[in-house]
């Protein structure tokens, strides 16, 4: 009989437990709370959350200059996104993805630099060899890193963080060194002739040779991780390193090749950056986007179709928060504690929803 009335009586706890082991609405929640922790700080900070957030859309999206900007600056987050997920899906974090797009851009230029005065080949084919020195450029740093964790037994955090550094003194030694123009103290070289540039849209520094590079690099990406033997491989070599290894994948040959695939896309990033944004090779050229990589790849979970909606998201907060100092003497900086709150009430609410489902699994098992 009590059996009978237990069955029939709704447990009151059961919509909370749906709403946080559902992977959609613990995120929703998640998103949530991060607002609702924003709203708080704006709001001890004596300010207006409506105007701050009205502030961030307007500078994102109040004009066309303002879009195509956030689109350009989206181009290189969403490659370095993209590429991090090979890492992520390994199991690995490739904290040196910043120094992978500063090889890539130096590499960039330096191929430029050989035919910058010559005639032959074509501009077209130079930035075609340009990139592709890029590309190779990125795929060496990170490889130097994979074999370091493989075969040196260096965790991969503090061997990319040691080629980083590696990368930014080159940078500098280049800059401030022979690459300098005559006559320039900044630090940075001399400007790319047009004619090296990729095609832009006019009047702005949008390219769109570079978004549509982007955006088949997620596609590729998606098909490669999602769609193929190799990324199934690399996800349960990312599971379970040992099981793997002894089921006949070879571990560590998967590994290095994530790293070299990141590589890849992080040094496409760099050459992007010399020929299709800032037309030079200078200091801090990869602008922070191999750190913000790391936070939009951890909110995407490992989903590249996934990653560039977040990361337009996460440009847009950055661009549209630089008139906040402006319009309501706020730091723009404030973009930024939005980005950490995303990220943090994210990976807390996943780490509850995976807890109460494996303890729900357990009791019905039990």
């Known amino acids: 009989m009590m059996t009978k009335q237990n069955e029939t009586k709704p447990n009151r706890n059961s919509f909370f437990l749906t709403m946080l082991t559902n992977r959609f609405s613990s995120l929703s929640l998640a998103v949530v709370l ?5 709203c708080l700080i704006i709001w001890i900070m004596k300010a207006n959350p409506l105007k701050v957030f009205q502030v961030i859309f ?27 997920m090979f890492t992520f899906t390994a199991g690995l974090w490739n904290i040196g993805m910043e120094g992978q797009i500063e090889m890539g851009a130096i590499f960039s230029y330096g191929v430029i630099r050989i035919f910058m005065d010559s005639t032959t080949p074509s501009p077209a084919v130079i930035i075609i060899l340009t990139i592709l020195a890029g590309i190779i450029g990125g795929a060496l740093w990170a490889l130097l890193v994979g074999l370091l964790k493989n075969f040196g037994g260096v965790n991969e955090i503090f061997g990319g963080l040691g080629f980083n550094f590696i990368a930014d003194a080159i940078m500098l030694y280049l800059v401030y060194g022979p690459w300098k123009p005559i006559g320039v103290a900044n630090g940075s070289t001399k400007m790319l002739p047009h004619a090296l540039w990729l095609p832009q849209i006019t009047g702005s520094y949008l390219s769109l040779w570079a978004l549509g590079i982007a955006i088949a690099g997620v596609i590729v990406t998606a098909i490669i991780l999602k769609g193929t033997y190799f990324g199934l491989k690399l996800k349960a070599v990312g599971k379970n390193n040992k099981s793997s290894f002894l089921m006949g994948i070879p571990t560590s040959r998967y590994m290095l090749i994530s790293f070299i695939l990141c590589g890849v896309f992080a040094g496409l990033t760099g050459a992007l950056q010399v020929t299709a944004f800032y037309h030079v090779l200078r200091n801090n050229i990869s602008g922070g986007y191999g750190y913000l990589g790391l936070m939009v790849g951890m909110l995407a979970n490992i989903q590249p179709l996934v990653t560039a909606p977040i990361a337009f998201v996460f440009i847009a907060l950055s661009k549209g928060a630089s008139g906040l100092g402006i319009d309501l003497k706020l730091d723009s900086n404030l973009s930024g504690v939005i980005q950490g709150l995303l990220v943090m009430f994210v990976l807390v609410m996943d780490g509850v929803r995976r807890i109460l489902t494996k303890k729900n699994k357990g009791a019905r098992n039990g």
């Open 34 to 38: 991060a607002l609702v922790f924003t």
């Open 58 to 84: 307007i500078g994102s999206f109040g004009s066309m200059g303002a879009f195509t900007q956030v689109l350009q600056a989206w181009v290189p987050l969403v490659l370095a996104s993209i590429g991090l």
